[in-house]
């Protein structure tokens, strides 16, 4: 027979029980490539509209895109992390194939093209970049395809990121895998034939061809939109946009959820949050300038809409595959 003091011990330990459930569920923990200027905001705003608190851990410029990827490999049996937020879909692929994430399908995953999320729901694409011309008003010139850079009237005119490192890399391996290895390699060699300058990064070409030293460049397009909201005399163009051409390549941010880990339930809130039209419509707005990936979300005008791009079609995990395989070639070209 319980007596009514071991009734309130039982009490109070199911009390405390519960709150300690409700307390690991009203936080969960994001791992972030995206820049924290632009994802902060963006997490801030989940905490006020959910209550739930969030623990972000981001990475550095000094790690870009790989710091807290690499946490997650070494985290992979004793996972401290609910969400991964990348800044491109390869590197969400790479955890997949690692079995460091888990299958979630997201209710606001709805409505986004099968070509920007993973067919089993390891993760999911929003809010993208495309790979666009930065062109300067003043040279006199209007390329509309990458084959721009080897068109021997525009020798020198041209210049181009590192295809070593960054979105230029993933971009090459992309086409590598669209064009096949010997007509990718054909197409770096007479891009240096032509006369092509190497950037350090997307932002100085940019800033170069802002400048007026160089005629056109191939940036992300939030480095265009930035030049043009400064005022520089510069212009946007989406590349290979006529019928039976390549189309522009869309690097998505990708969110995924971690396998067994601590607070699942709250994860998943915060996909939903992420992939949801309005987030979309933030970070459309914010400096990044990224792309909706949801068809009807409401953009500055210098932001592109998704639906009336031609896009280049690509499977992420084959693209990250090759980026690898290509990697000594490049080093050597």
């Not at 914010?286 to 792309?291: G, K, R």
């Amino acid at each position: 027979m319980k007596t009514p003091y071991s009734i309130g011990i039982i009490l109070l330990l199911n009390l405390v029980l519960f709150q300690v459930a409700v307390g690991a569920e009203s936080t969960v923990v994001v791992y972030v490539s995206e820049d924290q200027v632009f994802s902060e905001p963006i997490l801030k705003d989940f905490e006020r509209d959910t209550g739930i608190r969030v623990k972000a851990v981001y990475d550095t410029e000094e790690t870009k895109g790989t710091g807290v990827m690499n946490r997650l490999i070494a985290e992979k049996n004793n996972p401290q992390a609910d969400v991964y937020w990348a800044n491109e879909p390869i590197r969400a692929e790479v955890l997949k194939q690692r079995e460091i994430s888990v299958a979630y399908r997201s209710p606001n995953s709805e409505g986004i093209s099968a070509a920007f999320k993973d067919s089993e729901s390891y993760w999911t694409g929003f809010s993208a970049r495309a790979r666009v011309f930065i062109i300067n008003r003043k040279a006199g010139i209007k390329p509309e395809g990458l084959n721009a850079y080897v068109d021997p009237k525009l020798a020198g005119k041209g210049i181009i990121a590192n295809p070593l490192f960054g979105t230029t890399a993933t971009h090459v391996a992309a086409l590598f895998t669209v064009w096949g290895d010997d007509r990718g390699k054909q197409f770096l060699n007479a891009l240096k034939s032509n006369g092509t300058k190497l950037a350090t990064s997307n932002g100085e070409s940019a800033d170069l061809v802002a400048a007026g030293e160089f005629g056109f460049a191939l940036v992300d397009s939030d480095d265009a939109v930035n030049r043009i909201r400064q005022g520089k005399a510069v212009e946007m163009v989406c590349p290979d946009q006529g019928e039976s051409q390549l189309g522009c390549l869309i690097l998505p941010n990708a969110a995924a959820l971690i396998r067994n880990s601590p607070h699942p339930d709250a994860g998943r809130k915060l996909i939903d949050y992420l992939l949801s039209k309005e987030t979309e419509r933030k970070l459309a707005f914010a400096d990044c300038a990224q792309i909706p990936l949801h068809s009807g979300v409401e953009t500055p005008p210098d932001v592109p809409k998704i639906e009336r791009l031609t896009t280049m079609p690509v499977d992420y995990a084959v693209v990250g595959r090759k980026l690898q395989a290509i990697q000594p070639w490049l080093k050597q070209w």
